[in-house]
C-alpha cells in the first residue's frame, strides 16, 4: 500500500526536525519528507492535522505472557495492546514459562509475533539457564536466533563468580547484558522500606537493596573492561527506582563505563504514598518509593542520565490481584499508557517536546543497539529510505483511563481514573497500519 501522512507536525529528534510536513510511504519503506511530493499517487490518505508524526516508539519492557502466562495475557492481546499505544518494536524479557533460554522457544516465539503483523517482537535470552543464576545460557546460539541481549529479568543472581563470567562471556562476543539490580537478601519485601511500610506493617525492601547491587555489578563490569574500558560488553541497567541508584549511573557514564538505563513510567510518576489503603493495583517489582526518589529519576531521565522511559508492561489475572497486598502478584497493565504518561511528566515537568520523544524512541533504539542488524538505521526515527515505523499521536485528547477501555488482556493498572492528556490515533509497522483509532 502506498499511504500518505499528511499535515501532521513531524517530530524526530533523530534528525532534528520539527515541522509540519507530510511522510510519504511505500513498499514498508518512508519515501518522502516535505510539504509537496510530486509524483507520489497514495493508495489512501491519512489526514493528521492537528496530530504529531513521531517515530515509532521502542519499548524496552513489555511481557507478553506467552508461554505459560496465557491466563494473563496472550500474544494476540498484548501486541495488540501496543500498537494501540504507539509501540512498533518492544523487548520481551527472558522469565517466560518455559524460560527462553533454548533456541527453539525464541523461534517459537518470534515466529508467532510475526504471524500477528502486529508490532515487532524482540526477545531477550536468558543470561543464565533457567534463570537460576548458576550456568550460563547458550548465549551465542540465543543470539542467532534473534535475541538483542540477555538478562535476568526479575531473578537476580547470587552467585557473583557467574556473574563475573557471564560479564566476561558477553564481552568476547559484543552482547548487552540486561539486569535490575537487586541484592537479593535485601529485596525479598512487597513495597519500599521507609514509614508507610511501617505503618502498613509490610516488609519493606531498602534502598540498599538496588544500591549494593548496582555497585556489585560496576565494580566487576569495571574489572572486565579494564581502565581506560576497551572490552565490548554493555551492560543496561533495567527499571532503576533509587536516587542513589541514578547518582551511581551519572558517575557510571561520566567514568566511561559502557552503561545505559532506564525507569518505568510507574517509578517516574508514582510514589509509595499512591498505594493507600493496600491497593494491590501498585503492587509493582521494583516498588514504588518516595518523592525524593520519583525527583531524581525524573531529572536523570531529563538530562541523560537515563537513556530511556519503559511501560514495564506486566499484565496479571484478577484472581493474581485479589489477594492481600504482600501475596499479590506483583505487575501491572503498561504499554498503551506509555505515550500518553510521558507526555504528562513533559508537563508537568516542562520537559523540552524533542527530549521526551527521545526517551521513546531513539533513547531505546540506542540502548538496543549493534543488535539490531541492518533495522538499526531505522528504528527510533523518520528517516528517508527507512523502515516505515510510525506513531500519529493526539496531543490534544485527553481521556481518562478505565480498566474496560484498555485493549490488554489485563485490567490493572495504577493509572486507573487518571487523566492523560494525549491518544495514540494510528500505528504503522513497516508501513503496515497495525492500528487506527476509531472515529
Known sequence: MKLLIRNGRVIDPASGTD?????????????????????????????????WVLPGLVDLCVRLREPGGEHAGLLE?????AVAGGVTSLVCPPDTDPVLDEPGLVDMLRKRAEALHRCRVLPLGALTRGLAGEVLAEMVQLSERGCVGFGQADRPIVNTQVLLRALQYAATFGYTVWLRPDEPWLGKGVMASGPLATRLGLPGVPAAAEVIALHTVLELLRSVVGHPPSASVRLHIARLSTAAGVELVRRAKAEGLPVTADVSIHNLMLTDTDIGYYDTRLRLQPPLRQQRDREALRQGLADGTLDALVSDHTPVSADDKLLPFGEAAPGATAVELLAAVALKWAEQDRVPLARVVEVLTLGPARVLGARLGTLGASLGRLAVGGVADVCVLAPQAPWRVEPAALVSQGRHTPFEGHELPARVRATLVGGHLAYEAQP
Open 77 to 81: 492481546s498484548e501486541t495488540a495492546a
Open 19 to 51: 515541522r509540519v510536513a507530510d511522510v510519504a510511504i511505500a513498499a514498508g519503506r518512508i519515501i518522502g519528507i516535505g510539504s509537496a511530493l510530486a509524483d507520489f499517487a497514495p493508495n489512501r490518505v491519512l489526514d493528521a492535522s492537528g496530530c
